[in-house]
T-cell receptor, first 115, second 116 residues
Framework: AQSVTQPDIHITVSEGASLELRCNYS??????LFWYVQSPGQGLQLLLK??????LVQGIKGFEAEFKRSQSSFNLRKPSVHWSDAAEYFC?????????????FGKGTTLSVSS | DTAVSQTPKYLVTQMGNDKSIKCEQN?????MYWYKQDSKKFLKIMFS???????INETVPNRFSPKSPDKAHLNLHINSLELGDSAVYFC???????????????FGPGTRLTVL
């Protein structure tokens, strides 16, 4: 069955420091991978997505993610975190089910930014 | 303009009541979705709707029913509300058919339902 694991429930990073959020997926075929961000009290916003091609994907707000098939990972990175990046981050895989497609989400990682 | 909007933003109600959450998208998308986010922030698909046809119906109770009066709207009706229905419900939409796995889904701001 398809699944997404985000090993880190909560991460705290100092403002200006680099960030890496981990995501591992389980999917039999070529995965379609997404990172979404949820700011407090807000809906989800797409940061970036990977379907094929270059394994390093650039997204909005200075985020990037690298797809590593050998490790079944799609980790999100940012070289310098800003206080406004504090939010909930969700990794997801686009998966087929019996009737169509759906996003299968991980349980999310809460990012706190300290000054 | 808000791309995907939901009303109400907050909904507090008693057990046993029937309630509806409305969703509208002005993106011209073909497919709309409902997701449930539980108290641990876990997001799970409930329904996917395309061209007024239910495409995905995950294992949700029959008390939940999506209603789509037109392509731009997908409302969620919940009958006989239970305590366990308390959650944040997100509406989303995407451009193509539900089979287009690569389509970006655009989410609404969510509706926080509290059942007392």
């Amino acid at each position: 069955a398809q699944s997404v694991t985000q090993p880190d429930i909560h991460i705290t990073v100092s403002e200006g420091a680099s960030l890496e959020l981990r995501c591992n997926y389980s999917y039999g075929a070529t995965p379609y991978l997404f990172w979404y961000v949820q700011s407090p009290g807000q809906g989800l916003q797409l940061l970036l997505k990977y379907f094929s091609g270059d394994t390093l994907v650039q997204g909005i707000k200075g985020f990037e993610a690298e797809f590593k098939r050998s490790q079944s990972s799609f980790n999100l990175r940012k070289p310098s975190v800003h206080w406004s990046d504090a939010a909930e981050y969700f990794c997801a895989v686009g998966a087929w089910n019996q009737a169509g497609t759906a996003l299968i989400f991980g349980k999310g990682t809460t990012l706190s930014v300290s000054s | 303009d808000t791309a995907v909007s939901q009303t109400p933003k907050y909904l507090v109600t008693q057990m046993g009541n029937d309630k509806s959450i409305k969703c509208e998208q002005n993106l011209g998308h073909d497919t709309m979705y409902w997701y449930k986010q539980d108290s641990k922030k876990f997001l799970k698909i409930m329904f996917s709707y395309n061209n007024k046809e239910l495409i995905i119906n995950e294992t949700v109770p029959n008390r939940f029913s999506p209603k789509s009066p037109d392509k731009a709207h997908l409302n969620l009706h919940i009958n006989s509300l239970e305590l366990g229905d308390s959650a944040v419900y997100f509406c989303a939409s995407s451009h193509g058919l539900a089979g287009e796995i690569t389509d970006t889904q655009y989410f609404g701001p969510g509706t926080r339902l509290t059942v007392l």
